[in-house]
């Protein structure tokens, strides 16, 4: 005890310890500081989009990163800036601070990329600018990614200040190391110094867990107006009324074309969409769907043509794209919910920002949008607490908040579970029903079909053929349409033993069913078939199956067929010379749907066709 007093009460030590310990904090502040605002620097050369520029982020990071900052520290010290006699505390800044940079530089650089890039599309859909997307999105987002590893960072860079010394620097760490060696009693003062490079780096940890709250944050969720809940609000609520009015198209699309790379994807295309018309685009995948839809609110502007929306050309420079993209709302296929925001924040961010309305109007718009897609009780959820039907409703309520004059819809359900499919189709039927202008690229045929005012079949990189759903899906006039539209969707299953997993064989093909459109009716029966089929009339004789359900979307008929090895053999015929009443399984067979059976090259197929 007497010791202590002695050394670090009595001569005064703690107070040289505290000095030692200011310039620590010094040096490390400064760098920090320096660091971060050339890292954000150096991170945006990174970013940019010409080579030269990154060229020079890269070489400087490189080069900083890889030399020993104690190397660097005396490198300043001792020649670039011996002559200008600079205070070795200000050496120490910046030495420092240039070390930090090339760490905290790569830092942002790698918590931006993990910013998907989808989100800041989905800012820009809504009409805010390249700064405002990085305000609203990718800041906050690659911010929360980057925390812990810019903590860590601060608390290595505070223990290399600790080098500090070898260009005259009394931190803490010298500061200790003079005292062990001058008062005989290193344990005690490497102790202290130990506690007290502990002391800084916890106190940076606690300043950091006060910040690291994301997902606390739920009280702005008000209780909506009484007029905003239940009962579920009217078809007419969900959107800005938008009455057709045929005189007034609201795109015109003029001689449109897109190339990648030199390989062109749309050529020439223009057409007209009308107000408060519901245009379901059809097509093989790779035809240019996602590009046409992309081209008409200029996330990938077209290399040629026009596009001319309420009379405004988009190519013009200027027009303003960011006010366009207000009124022309766009739902993807992935969702892209803002992550970082509740489902009403969500909703809220763009009428607020963008159409500067209050709080309170912004908040009551979201409630009234997300009761008309049924949501209104997640309101203070975060999208990742919803499932991907969920996530979808949200996002098609977020545009509705803009109250846009058209939505565009990229595969809406495209990265749905069949499930949930129908609660957004759902949806957007409803929407069509109130005279939304809607565009709607999707594989989901029967919806493709009753939704739509007109359908377009995109294909050799045009619109192949246009016209109302019942020419396009019952009598398409031009070849690759009829080829598309009578194509028969299949879906295989192998049976390779009596054990095998019959439940999710019939889960299967009800997903498979769902896909397609099959109706419920439709669905049940083909279900009933491939059980008695299988578990009944074929397992017990046979172990090896190989099933396929067809189905055609032209004439919705379907087909199952199983086929196995082995000798000739068809049990749904009755043997001959047996008296016995036919099986009940094989009753329902052959009752329902047109059997045959087939035996060549020592296999047997039986179809079942039903129509
Ligand atoms: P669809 O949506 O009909 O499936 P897309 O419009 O996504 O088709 O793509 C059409 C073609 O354009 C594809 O061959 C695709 O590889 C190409 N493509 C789309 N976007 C880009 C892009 N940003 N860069 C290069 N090629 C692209
Ligand atoms: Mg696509």
Redo the contacts with the bound molecule.
Sequence with gaps: MDTLYNNFIAHGAWLTLLKGMGTTVAVTVAALIIGTLLGAVLCALARSRFTVLRGIAKTYIVLVRGTPVLLLLMLFYYVILAPLRTDALYVAFIAFGLNASAHIGELMRTALQGVSSGQVEAARSLGFSRWGAFRLVSFPQAARIARPVYENAIVNLLQWTSVVGYIALSDLTRVVNNMSSRTGQPFLALAAGIAFYLLLAGLVHVIFQFFDRPQTRRQNIAPPAPTDLAPRPEVESIASPNRPSPDSPTIVIDHLSQQ??G?P?LTNVSTTIQRGEVITVI??????????LRALNWL?PPSSGQVIFLGQDLSDRQTDINLVRRKMGMVFQAFNLFSHLTVLDNCTVGPRRLLKLTPAAARQRAWKNLAAVGLAEKAGAWPDELSGGQQQRVAIARCLCMEPEIILFDEPTSALDPTMIGEVTAVIRQLAQTGLTMVI?THEMEFARTVASRVFY?DDQTIYEDGPPEQIFANPQKPKTQSFINRVRSFEYDITSRQFDFIEMQNSITNFCVKHGVDEAKTDRILLLTEELVLNVLIPHIEQIDLTVSYSEKDQSYEIDATYGGPEFNPLAAAPESDSPPDLSVLIITGSADVSHRYSDQTNQIRLVVH
């Design positions: 990648f790379h390989q994807v097509g093989p995948s790779g035809a240019g769907k996602s590009t046409f990938n690229v995109l």
